[in-house]
C-alpha cells in the first residue's frame, strides 16, 4: 500500500510540476497576458470550467448518494427511531433541494456573466421585494422543520418516571464498559468512585439495601418492547455512550448521573435476519476475505467471519485506546433475557462469597 | 466629528513632509518591530501561512493512518521518527496529537491570526482612509505575542510526554489529567500558556480595529459607506472582545486545577487505581466556557472572509453588491446570534433537554441572515460583467462551500437530528466545508485580490487558476464523502476504524479521502511558489489593477508611512458605485470607465444614492 501511495504522490508531483512549467511558458510568451489581470480570454475559459464545475458537483453528488446512500444505518431498531428518521430524510431532502437550486444558479450565472469587453453590468444595488421573499421563505422552512424537531425532541428527552422502564446503569471507564441491573426492586443502589475497591470495580455502596440486588455486567443485554432507563456514570473522563442502531448517545460525565431512555423494538436475530442486514453483512464478510487473503500472504492471521451485533461506542475522545472502547449489546425477547439476568450473579452474592472466602483464608 | 477631528490631526502631523522620508527606518524598525499596518498585516499573513503549511501536513499525515491504518510508511518515519511512528507505524498518541494541534493551528492560528490579523490590519486604515492604526505600538505588540504563542505552540511538539491531545476543544477532565493521557502533562500546560497569549494579542489587535474603524474614519465616509470588508473586520473585532476573555478564564480555570488543586472541573474521579481529591467540578461548566467562546469563534473565522469575498465579487462582477443593508444587518444578525447558540455543540452533554430546545430555536434562526448573504451573492453575480480572476474564482468557491456546509448544518442544529450524527464524520464534513474550506477561500481571495496593495506585485494567475481548480475539486472530494461514511456512525477522532468490523466497508471511501487530501495538498505547493516568487519576481503592480472603488487603491504603490502623500483623500460616495450610468443612460458616469472612486466628488450627470 505504501508503495502504491508513493507512486500516486510521485506522479501527482509530476503532472503538478508539468503543468506549471507548461503554463509558465504560455504566461511568457502571450504578451497580451502580461497584465496578469484576467482578459477576455480567461472570461471566456474559466466562465466555461464553471460550468463544467458545476456538472462535476453534480455528478460526483449523485455518485455519492448512489455509491454510499446505503451507507445509511439500517431501519431504527427503537421506538423513538422512525421519527428520528423521519425528520433526518424530510431535512436532507430540503437541504439537498436548496443544494442543488443554489449550486446551480451560482455556476450558471457565473458562466452565463463572464465577462467580454464592451459587455456593460447592469447597475442594481437593491430590491426590498426580493430581499423580503428569500428572508420569508427560509423563515417558514425552518420555523416547520424547528416546530417539528422540538415535539420530536421533547418526546425523546421527556423520561416519563415509568413504573414499567428497566432501569440500567452504564458505567464508562478508559477504556471500557459495564452494565448494572438494578435488579428485583428496580432501583439502583447508590454508588461512588470512592467505593472502588476490589471486585466492586463500579464503586457500588455496600451499606444501601438498594444495592445488594444489583447485578454489574460486560454484556448489555435488553428485553424487547420495554422501555429502558439508561443512567451513565464516568469513572475518569469524559465518555458519550453512543447507540448508533438505536438513534441514542448521550455523553457520560465524571462526577454527575446522565440519564436517556429508548425502547428497543427489534431484537439482534430480527436485525440480524433482516434484508439489509444480510447484504450487508454478507458483504463486509467478502471484503475480510479479500484482506485476510493479504495478511495471511503477509504472514499474518486471517480476520474472522463477522456476524452482526449491536454494539455501543464511546463517542469523546477519551485517550490513547477511544477507538476500541466498545461494549456488545443483546436485545431479545423477555423470556430469554429473564432467564440471562437470573444467570449473572448479584452484588450481594459476591459480597458474600468474598466473605466466605475471607472467612476460609483466616481459619 | 471626532472622526473628522482625528483625521484633521493626523492629517497636520504629516502634512508638511509629502516625500514620506520623516525619520530613517533602520531594518529592524522597517521589517522587524515595524509599527506600520501594511508591515504588520504582511507579518500576520507570513506566519499564518507558514503555521497553515504545518496545519495541513499534520492532516495530511493522520489522514494517511485512516486510509491504511496500522501500515508502516516512510512519511512517517521522516515526519514523526521512531519516537511516534514505531517502526514506521503511526502510534494512536501521535494520531490523537496530531488531530488535536491541527485543530488548534488551523482554527486559532491560521483562520484567526492569519485571516483577520491580515486582513484587519492592511484594510482598516486604507480602507477607512486613516495613516494608521489608533496605536501602532499595541498593534506591533499584538503580532509579536501572536509569534511568540506561534512559538510555544510549535514548541509544545517536541516536549518528552508530547504536546496536547485531547483534541482541540481540550474538554477536562482529559486535559487536566496527565493519567489519562501523556499530552495532558507539558504539552497541554504549553498549549494553555500559548493559548491565553493568543488570546492577549487577538484583543489588543480587536480593540485597536474597533477604535480605528469609529474614530478613523476620513471625512465623508459615513459607516454606510464604509465597504462590507470593514463592516465584517469590524463586527469581527466585536465578537472577539465579548468572546475571547471568556476562553481565557475557562483556561485560567483549567491551569488551576491542573495545578492548585481547585476543583472547577473535575469531580468524582478514579484513576490509575486512586481517587482523586477533586470534588464538585463539573466538567459541562467547562464546555459552556469553552463553546461560549468556541461558537463565536466560527464567525471570527469566517465573517472577514465573507467580508473579503462581498468586496472581490463586487468589483469583479463590475456590479455594486446587491443589497448592501441587509448584507449589513445580516452580518450584525449573525454576530449577534452567534453569542446565543453555543449549546448546540452540546445537545447531548447532559444539561437539561429544555436548554437544548432553547438552542436549537436560535442556532437554526441563523440560517435566515446566512440565506441572505448566499441569495445576495448569486445575485450580484446576476447580469454582471464577471471578470475572472483568481481572487473572484476563489470567492464563488466561497459562496459555494458556503451553502454546501451551511445547509447541512440545519441537521446538526436540530438537537434531535443531533443525537445520532454528533461527534461524527458528518460533524466534520459540515464544519471543514463551512467553516474551514470557506474562510480558506477568503484567505485566498484576499490574496490574490490585494497581493498588488502588499507587496507591489501580481501573482501569477494561471498559476492561481490551477491552484482554484484543483483546490475546488479536492475540497469536495475530501469533505462531501464525510458525510456518507458520518451517517453510517463513524465517530470522529478514532485512531483506526478495524476494530469494527461494521465499518470494514468504509475503508474504501476513506482511501478516497485521503487521495483527495493528498492531492489538494500538493497543489498548495503550487500558490507557495507563486506567492514567494511573486514577492521578488513578479509583474509589477499598477495603482488600481482590478479597477477597484476603494480608497486603497488611490494609495502609491510603493508603500509609504502614512498610506497617502500628502492629504488624506475625502470621501463622496459609498464603494459599489461599479457600472453606474449617467441620467441619459447613454454611457458610464464618468464617460468609458465603468467604475467611480469614493475619493471622486457626485458629478452633475449623475443621480444620488442613499449611500
Known amino acids: ?363 | 466629528m471626532s472622526a473628522t477631528a482625528n483625521a484633521t490631526v493626523a492629517q497636520d502631523h504629516h502634512g508638511h513632509d509629502d516625500h514620506g522620508h520623516h525619520h530613517k527606518e533602520t531594518f529592524i524598525t522597517k521589517y522587524i518591530f515595524s509599527q506600520d499596518h501594511k508591515m504588520i498585516g504582511k507579518q500576520f499573513l507570513i506566519t499564518g501561512l507558514v503555521m497553515g503549511t504545518i496545519g495541513i501536513l499534520m492532516s495530511i499525515l493522520f489522514r494517511i493512518q485512516l486510509a491504511w491504518p496500522e501500515e508502516a510508511s516512510w512519511v512517517f518515519e521522516l515526519f514523526l521518527g521512531d519516537k511516534y511512528a514505531t517502526d514506521g507505524v503511526m502510534n494512536p498518541d501521535a494520531y490523537l496529537a496530531l488531530v488535536t494541534i491541527h485543530g488548534t493551528i488551523m482554527v486559532f492560528f491560521v483562520l484567526t491570526a492569519g485571516l483577520s490579523g491580515t486582513f484587519s490590519n492592511l484594510l482598516i486604515p486604507l480602507q477607512i482612509g486613516a495613516r494608521d492604526m489608533a496605536s501602532g505600538f499595541m498593534n506591533m505588540l499584538s503580532y509579536w505575542i501572536f509569534f511568540l504563542s506561534s512559538v510555544i505552540m510549535l514548541s509544545s511538539l517536541f516536549v518528552e510526554s508530547g504536546p496536547a491531545s485531547a483534541g482541540w476543544t481540550i474538554y477536562p477532565p482529559l486535559s487536566a489529567l496527565p493519567e489519562a493521557i501523556p499530552g495532558s502533562g507539558t504539552g497541554m500546560t504549553l498549549w494553555l500558556v500559548s493559548m491565553a497569549l493568543f488570546i492577549a494579542q487577538s484583543l489588543m489587535g480587536s480593540l485597536n480595529y474597533i477604535v480605528t474603524v469609529i474614530n478613523l474614519r476620513t471625512e465623508g465616509m459615513s459607516m454606510t459607506r464604509l465597504p462590507l470588508t470593514i463592516w465584517a473586520l469590524f463586527v469581527t473585532a466585536i465578537i472577539g472582545v465579548v468572546s475571547f476573555p471568556v476562553l481565557l478564564s475557562a483556561a485560567l480555570m483549567l491551569i488551576m486545577d491542573r495545578s492548585f488543586g481547585t476543583s472547577f472541573f473535575l469531580s468524582d474521579i478514579y484513576i490509575k487505581g486512586e481517587v482523586l481529591a477533586h470534588q464538585g467540578g463539573s466538567p459541562v461548566l467547562f464546555e459552556h466556557l469553552f463553546w461560549f467562546l468556541g461558537h463565536p469563534e466560527v464567525y471570527i473565522v469566517l465573517l472577514p472572509a465573507l467580508g473579503i469575498t462581498s468586496e472581490v465579487i463586487a468589483t469583479n462582477s463590475r456590479k455594486p453588491i446587491f443589497g448592501y443593508r441587509a448584507m449589513v444587518a445580516s452580518i450584525l444578525a449573525i454576530a449577534f446570534l452567534s453569542t446565543i447558540v453555543w449549546g448546540h455543540h452540546m445537545f447531548v452533554s447532559g444539561m437539561n433537554p429544555f436548554l437544548g430546545s432553547v438552542f436549537t430555536f436560535t442556532t437554526l434562526l441563523i440560517a435566515i441572515p446566512s440565506a441572505v448573504k448566499s441569495f445576495n451573492y448569486i445575485t450580484t453575480l446576476w447580469k454582471g460583467n464577471l471578470q475572472m480572476n483568481p481572487g473572484m474564482l476563489f470567492s464563488i468557491g466561497l459562496v459555494s462551500t458556503f451553502i454546501t456546509g451551511g445547509l447541512t448544518g440545519i441537521i446538526l442544529g436540530d438537537s434531535t437530528l443531533d443525537i445520532n450524527v454528533h461527534d461524527t464524520y458528518f460533524v466534520i464534513a459540515h464544519f471543514h466545508l463551512v467553516m474551514g474550506i470557506s474562510a480558506l477561500y477568503g484567505l485566498f481571495a484576499g490574496v490574490y485580490h490585494w497581493f498588488p496593495k502588499m507587496f507591489g506585485r501580481m501573482l501569477n494567475k494561471n498559476l492561481g487558476y490551477v491552484h482554484f481548480w484543483v483546490t475546488a475539486v479536492g475540497a469536495y472530494g475530501v469533505f462531501f464523502p464525510m458525510h456518507f461514511i458520518g451517517m453510517a456512525g463513524l465517530p470522529r477522532r478514532y485512531y483506526t476504524n478495524t476494530n469494527f468490523p461494521y465499518f470494514d466497508d468504509l475503508a474504501d471511501v476513506n482511501v478516497i479521502i485521503t487521495i483527495f487530501a493528498i492531492i489538494t495538498a500538493l497543489v498548495q505547493l503550487v500558490f507557495i511558489y507563486n506567492f514567494i516568487h511573486s514577492i521578488f519576481f513578479g509583474k509589477k503592480a499598477t495603482q488600481n489593477p482590478w479597477n477597484a472603488t476603494t480608497l486603497e487603491w488611490t494609495t502609491p504603490v510603493e508603500h509609504i508611512h502614512g498610506n497617502w502623500p500628502g492629504k488624506i483623500p475625502s470621501v463622496y460616495r459609498w464603494s459599489y458605485d461599479y457600472s453606474k450610468l449617467n441620467k441619459d443612460e447613454t454611457d458610464y458616469v464618468i464617460a468609458g470607465q465603468d467604475f467611480i472612486p469614493q475619493n471622486v466628488p457626485l458629478q452633475e450627470n449623475e443621480e444620488e444614492l442613499n449611500h
Open chain 1, 1 to 363: 500500500m505504501t508503495v502504491f501511495l508513493i507512486i500516486v504522490v510521485i506522479a501527482l508531483l509530476g503532472v503538478t510540476f508539468w503543468q506549471m512549467s507548461k503554463i509558465l511558458k504560455l504566461s511568457k510568451t502571450g504578451h497580451e497576458d502580461s497584465t496578469q489581470v484576467a482578459n477576455d480570454n480567461d472570461n471566456k475559459n474559466q466562465g466555461y470550467l464553471m460550468l463544467g464545475f458545476v456538472v462535476f458537483l453534480y455528478i460526483f453528488m449523485i455518485y455519492s448518494f448512489w455509491a454510499w446512500g446505503d451507507f445509511y444505518l439500517p431501519e431504527a431498531a427503537s421506538a423513538h427511531g422512525g421519527d428520528y428518521d423521519r425528520l433526518m430524510f424530510i431535512s436532507i431532502g430540503l437541504i439537498m433541494t436548496v443544494q442543488v437550486i443554489t449550486q446551480f444558479l451560482l455556476y450558471f450565472f457565473a458562466y452565463k456573466y463572464k465577462g467580454a469587453k464592451g459587455q456593460r453590468a447592469l447597475f442594481y444595488a437593491d430590491n426590498d421585494k426580493l430581499e423580503f421573499i428569500w428572508t420569508i421563505i427560509p423563515v417558514i422552512v425552518l420555523a416547520g422543520l424547528i416546530i417539528y424537531g422540538l415535539f420530536t425532541w421533547s418526546d425523546i428527552m421527556n423520561v416519563e418516571e415509568d413504573e414499567d422502564a428497566l432501569v440500567v446503569e452504564i458505567y464508562a471507564y478508559q477504556f471500557g464498559w459495564k452494565a448494572r441491573y438494578s435488579g428485583d426492586d428496580n432501583t439502583l443502589g447508590k454508588a461512588n468512585v470512592r467505593f472502588i475497591e476490589g471486585t466492586n470495580i463500579v464503586g457500588i455502596d455496600k451499606s444501601d439495601s438498594y444495592a445488594k440486588d444489583d447485578k454489574v455486567t460486560t454484556e448489555l443485554h435488553l428485553p424487547v418492547d420495554r422501555p429502558v432507563l439508561f443512567k451513565f456514570r464516568s469513572q475518569d473522563v469524559l465518555h458519550s455512550a453512543y447507540f448508533p442502531f438505536f438513534r441514542a448517545q448521550m455523553n457520560v460525565v465524571p462526577g454527575m448521573i446522565t440519564q436517556f431512555s429508548f425502547t428497543p423494538t427489534i431484537t439482534s436475530e430480527e436485525m440480524r435476519n433482516s434484508e439489509f442486514m444480510v447484504e450487508k453483512v454478507n458483504e463486509l464478510n467478502q471484503i475480510r476475505k479479500e484482506r485476510s487473503k493479504e495478511l495471511v500472504a503477509n504472514g499474518d492471521v486471517a480476520l474472522d467471519p463477522y456476524e452482526f451485533e449491536y454494539y455501543l461506542l464511546c463517542n469523546k475522545i477519551c485517550g490513547i485506546s477511544h477507538f476500541n472502547m466498545q461494549m456488545k449489546i443483546v436485545v431479545e425477547e423477555e423470556e430469554d433475557f429473564n432467564s440471562w439476568i437470573a444467570e449473572q450473579e448479584s452484588f450481594g452474592e459476591t459480597l458474600k462469597k468474598e466473605e466466605e472466602q475471607k472467612v476460609s483464608s483466616n481459619n
